[in-house]
């Protein structure tokens, strides 16, 4: 897939992930990860590159392929390749002959049965349908064509059929795949005939190498596009709270077009209705392999919106007495379009985007070894969602044998320590008092003491000794400096921790103490409280004590 280069990075811009959720691409460009690094791009190539893809959960990969198997289009190849069994006559193209059409329909149940209507009285979409199915089947090498000593062409099943119908996860999966990309290439070029129909209004002008160049560029606009669609689905889904993953197609629209910061200008909401309209057909027909689950445009919005402009002087259908537009209830909002990704759908993208190079991980990859495995790999991972990684983990594990492990896990004083110990502190939250006895064992060290004891503290534990005046300022400093490296720098972020630090009335004791603790972060945290403080006078005296710090090392 390309990379996308999403306009709207409003927090919580699609409505599904919940009230104040981030999505990948809301994040700073030095949090972005995938495939720039690998590729040797340049700072001026990194902003069409970069693209940020979220952790997401996955079901079984046995699942997934009854999934696939049960998608309609796709057992209705398997069932004519079987049908095909052990040879049946097409054409010089490959296709059915014209006695098998019907047949091959009736066995998908799309016609009726023989002699229940006049063959003449058969729907034709029904035949159109089976022949869909059988093109597909012989695009996946589900049946093979070759051709006779006689001259006859014949169609024999292929050797991936048995497995498929067996459910053979990796044959179904990748045959399953297979077709998927080929229905998101027809989508395309069917989306970019339709545009080079409306720009053109002349079939001849295919003929000419102008004509080819505005096909060739509508094909790769319409394909730019659905992979950019397809992509903010893939975010919001990752993100949306189990059942929330829907996402009404104006939204998806919204996401593509209005910039960030910006509310929808007249000419903006033109453009998101053009979007709309663009992908209405391609998700459709994505629909059809289970890639989607899709609500198409209701058509007769066009017909109504037709009416409305030729009554002049009477109210618009949706807008108020004001003329302004009205709220409209769920069920008139679906008319406008919604869509789902499915776990199909996810797993698909998710391929696509590993075979172009993108890192595109899952919830608990790094949740497979042991405590310092876990902590060490998600303080260092680019892209990952801690507290999912430590659930991971943390289920069906022994409380007390659990923290023990995690709190060993987090001892040392390398550059990702900090991190460590912050992640341990939220993993003993997510285990609460079970974990007691593990937190207590600590608290005469010296650098999980400070944190042991706030988090006893914190969980209301009777009894808890607190640390020694040295212990607490590591800890000050520890944890100051795990936000750091947590925040990326954000300065926002910042400001409130500073703001929050126990600095005393007189600033320069307090920091002349803090200054000569022995923790590999001293310098870098007083000299973002010199930054960052709203108290000049506490800000001067931490740009000292940063300097102090720096000079004693």
Request: some cysteine; overall charge negative.
């Given at each position: 897939?390309?990379?996308?280069?999403?306009?709207?990075?409003?927090?919580?811009?699609?409505?599904?992930?919940?009230?104040?959720?981030?999505?990948?691409?809301?994040?700073?460009?030095?949090?972005?990860?995938?495939?720039?690094?690998?590729?040797?791009?340049?700072?001026?190539?990194?902003?069409?590159?970069?693209?940020?893809?979220?952790?997401?959960?996955?079901?079984?990969?046995?699942?997934?392929?009854?999934?696939?198997?049960?998608?309609?289009?796709?057992?209705?190849?398997?069932?004519?390749?079987?049908?095909?069994?052990?040879h049946?006559a097409?054409?010089?193209?490959?296709?059915?002959?014209?006695?098998?059409?019907?047949?091959?329909?009736?066995?998908?149940?799309?016609?009726?049965?023989?002699?229940?209507?006049?063959?003449?009285?058969?729907?034709?979409?029904?035949?159109?349908?089976?022949?869909?199915?059988?093109?597909?089947?012989?695009?996946?090498?589900?049946?093979?064509?070759?051709?006779?000593?006689?001259?006859?062409?014949?169609?024999?099943?292929?050797?991936?059929?048995?497995?498929?119908?067996?459910?053979?996860?990796?044959?179904?999966?990748?045959?399953?795949?297979?077709?998927?990309?080929?229905?998101?290439?027809?989508?395309?070029e069917?989306?970019?005939?339709?545009?080079?129909?409306?720009?053109?209004?002349?079939?001849?002008?295919?003929?000419d190498?102008?004509?080819?160049?505005?096909v060739?560029?509508?094909?790769?606009?319409?394909?730019?596009?659905?992979?950019?669609?397809?992509?903010?689905?893939?975010?919001?889904?990752?993100?949306?709270?189990?059942?929330?993953?829907?996402?009404?197609?104006?939204?998806?629209?919204?996401?593509?077009?209005?910039?960030?910061?910006?509310?929808?200008?007249?000419?903006?909401?033109?453009?998101?209705?053009?979007?709309?309209?663009?992908?209405?057909?391609?998700?459709?027909?994505?629909?059809?392999?289970?890639?989607?689950?899709?609500?198409?445009?209701?058509?007769?919005?066009?017909?109504?919106?037709?009416?409305?402009?030729?009554e002049?002087?009477?109210?618009?259908?949706?807008?108020?007495?004001?003329?302004?537009?009205?709220?409209?209830?769920?069920?008139?909002?679906?008319?406008?379009?919604?869509?789902?990704?499915?776990?199909?759908?996810?797993?698909?993208?998710?391929?696509?985007?590993?075979?172009?190079?993108?890192?595109?991980?899952?919830?608990?990859?790094?949740?497979?070894?042991?405590?310092?495995?876990?902590?060490?790999g998600?303080?260092?991972?680019?892209?990952?969602?801690?507290?999912?990684?430590?659930?991971?983990?943390?289920?069906?594990?022994?409380?007390?044998?659990?923290?023990?492990?995690?709190?060993?896990?987090?001892?040392?004083?390398?550059?990702?320590?900090?991190?460590?110990r912050?992640?341990?502190?939220?993993?003993?939250?997510?285990?609460?008092?079970?974990?007691?006895p593990?937190?207590?064992?600590?608290?005469?060290?010296?650098?999980?003491?400070?944190?042991?004891?706030?988090?006893?503290?914190?969980?209301?534990?009777?009894?808890?000794?607190?640390?020694?005046?040295?212990?607490?300022?590591?800890?000050?400093?520890?944890a100051?400096?795990?936000q750091?490296?947590?925040?990326?720098?954000?300065?926002?972020?910042?400001?409130?921790?500073?703001?929050?630090?126990?600095?005393?009335?007189?600033?320069?004791?307090?920091?002349?103490?803090?200054?000569?603790?022995?923790?590999?972060?001293?310098?870098?945290?007083?000299?973002?409280v010199?930054?960052?403080?709203?108290?000049?006078?506490?800000?001067?005296?931490?740009?000292?004590?940063?300097?102090?710090?720096?000079?004693?090392?």
């Open positions: 897939m390309a990379a996308r280069r999403r306009r709207n990075a409003g927090p919580s811009a699609a409505g599904t992930p919940g009230e104040g959720a981030v999505l990948p691409a809301d994040l700073e460009l030095q949090d972005l990860y995938g495939a720039f690094a690998a590729h040797g791009l340049d700072d001026e190539d990194l902003d069409d590159a970069a693209v940020l893809v979220p952790p997401v959960r996955l079901p079984a990969e046995t699942e997934l392929a009854a999934l696939a198997k049960a998608v309609p289009m796709f057992d209705w190849a398997l069932r004519l390749a079987r049908w095909a069994a052990p049946r097409v054409d010089e193209f490959g296709d059915l002959t014209a006695p098998d059409r019907l047949p091959a329909a009736r066995l998908l149940g799309l016609a009726p049965g023989e002699g229940e209507v006049p063959e003449g009285e058969v729907p034709e979409e029904a035949v159109v349908e089976a022949m869909r199915a059988w093109s597909l089947a012989c695009d996946l090498d589900l049946v093979e064509i070759g051709t006779t000593a006689a001259g006859e062409h014949v169609a024999v099943p292929g050797p991936d059929l048995e497995p498929a119908e067996e459910g053979d996860p990796e044959t179904v999966l990748e045959l399953w795949l297979t077709a998927a990309g080929i229905v998101r290439e027809l989508a395309v069917a989306d970019s005939q339709e545009l080079e129909l409306e720009d053109d209004g002349a079939a001849e002008a295919e003929e190498e102008e004509g080819l160049g505005e060739e560029d509508a094909r790769d606009e319409a394909a730019e596009l659905l992979d950019e669609a397809l992509q903010v689905l893939y975010e919001t889904t990752a993100f949306a709270e189990p059942g929330t993953e829907t996402v009404p197609l104006g939204v998806l629209a919204a996401l593509l077009v209005v910039p960030e910061g910006e509310e929808p200008s007249d000419e903006l909401l033109g453009d998101i209705t053009d979007v709309m309209v663009a992908l209405d057909p391609m998700l459709a027909d994505l629909s059809e392999l289970g890639l989607l689950d899709y609500r198409p445009i209701d058509p007769e919005l066009f017909d109504e919106e037709e009416g409305e402009e030729g002049e002087g009477e109210e618009t259908a949706g807008a108020g007495p004001d003329g302004e537009p009205a709220e409209l209830d769920e069920a008139e909002s679906a008319r406008f379009g919604l869509v789902r990704l499915t776990p199909l759908g996810q797993y698909g993208i998710r391929q696509w985007l590993l075979e172009d190079g993108y890192d595109a991980p899952l919830v608990g990859e790094l949740a497979g070894g042991d405590a310092a495995e876990l902590l060490r998600v303080s260092e991972a680019a892209n990952v969602l801690p507290e999912e990684e430590l659930k991971v983990w943390l289920d069906g594990r022994e409380p007390v044998a659990a923290a023990r492990e995690l709190l060993a896990a987090a001892r040392g004083n390398d550059a990702y320590a900090p991190m460590r912050m992640l341990c502190h939220s993993a003993l939250t997510l285990l609460g008092a079970p974990a007691e593990a937190v207590r064992e600590v608290l005469g060290d010296p650098e999980l003491g400070g944190g042991a004891a706030a988090w006893l503290v914190a969980l209301g534990a009777a009894e808890v000794p607190a640390p020694d005046r040295a212990t607490a300022l590591w800890t000050v400093v520890d100051f400096a795990a750091l490296l947590d925040t990326g720098g954000d300065p926002e972020l910042l400001r409130e921790l500073v703001a929050e630090l126990p600095v005393t009335e007189e600033p320069a004791d307090y920091l002349g103490e803090l200054w000569r603790v022995e923790h590999p972060y001293t310098a870098d945290v007083l000299e973002a010199g930054e960052m403080h709203p108290d000049r006078a506490v800000a001067k005296e931490a740009r000292k004590a940063a300097f102090k710090a720096r000079s004693k090392g």
